[in-house]
């Protein structure tokens, strides 16, 4: 829900839009918006930072170069636009319309052209965003039946993309950082690989102590004591190596983590 100032923010950047401007519903999940297209310049920044040939090196993705990762990123992009389209138009499944849909395939995308790899990034978020922008009270409330079987809360769509673009940029492996996530996103992110975790990580389970927060939080039955800062915390329970933790005792890494749930994933 949306603070009285955040809908103050809202309406004056109407005025200032004027009429036929699109702008997001006031029933669209603001923060999770917000939080997706920082992640999405985030990641921007990093993928325009490399030249064409490192996006051959390896990606932080067991398996994955670089090009790897962009193509799940676009991948991914297109179909929530589709899951967002389909409860846009009143529909209850996803479908598949345009033929170059049918490639949407990670290990076919690694193998597109440097610019048009790049395009389909930039090309997939702005259709994303417009879906978005174009969706009403209903469709935010609307739930949608994936190709994969799955159904998906269109009010998610957001959130789904925002963990998953924020952990593809560090997957790049380009300088992005964990210590760079805003607060809101690391706290949240983290209790989801937690839960997930628990949910289906089998035997897996330990107790993390943020040196940062209050509290802690336990995985599966807890276990060993794992402290330090929430980024690090979230670097390792993602799978993504230790830095600067402190351990009370001997305790298995965990498998890497994509959050990528609706889309592509190693």
Not at 222 to 238: E, F, H, K, N, Y
Request: with cysteine; proline share 4%.
């Amino acid at each position: 829900m949306m603070s009285s100032g955040e809908i103050d923010a809202r309406e004056a950047l109407r005025e200032r839009l004027g009429k036929g401007a699109r702008y997001d519903s006031l029933s669209a999940p603001a923060s999770e918006l917000q939080w997706a297209r920082l992640g999405t310049a985030y990641f921007a920044r990093q993928l325009n930072e490399l030249s064409d040939e490192a996006l051959d090196r390896p990606s932080l993705v067991p398996g994955w170069t670089r090009r790897h990762v962009i193509a799940s990123v676009g991948f991914q992009a297109r179909a929530l636009a589709r899951l967002v389209e389909a409860a846009r138009l009143g529909k209850h499944e996803e479908t598949l319309e345009e033929p170059e849909a049918q490639n949407e395939d990670v290990i076919f995308g690694a193998t597109l052209p440097d610019h048009a790899l790049r395009y389909l990034f930039k090309h997939s978020e702005v259709h994303l965003n417009v879906e978005w922008r174009d969706l009403d009270e209903r469709g935010w409330r609307s739930r949608v039946k994936s190709l994969a079987g799955d159904v998906v809360d269109i009010g998610d769509t957001p959130w789904l993309r925002a963990r998953a673009i924020w952990l593809c940029a560090v997957d790049l492996d380009n300088g992005a950082s964990f210590l760079d996530f805003p607060p809101e996103i690391a706290d949240r992110l983290l209790r989801d690989v937690a839960e997930e975790l628990a949910a289906h990580g089998g035997q897996f389970s330990c107790t993390l102590k943020p040196t940062d927060r209050s509290g802690f939080i336990r995985v599966g039955s807890g276990g060993q004591v794992i402290s330090g800062r929430i980024a690090d915390l979230l670097r390792w329970l993602t799978g993504r190596g230790a830095r600067r933790l402190v351990f009370d005792g001997k305790t298995e890494d965990p498998s890497f983590w994509s959050g990528r749930t609706t889309g592509f994933s190693p």
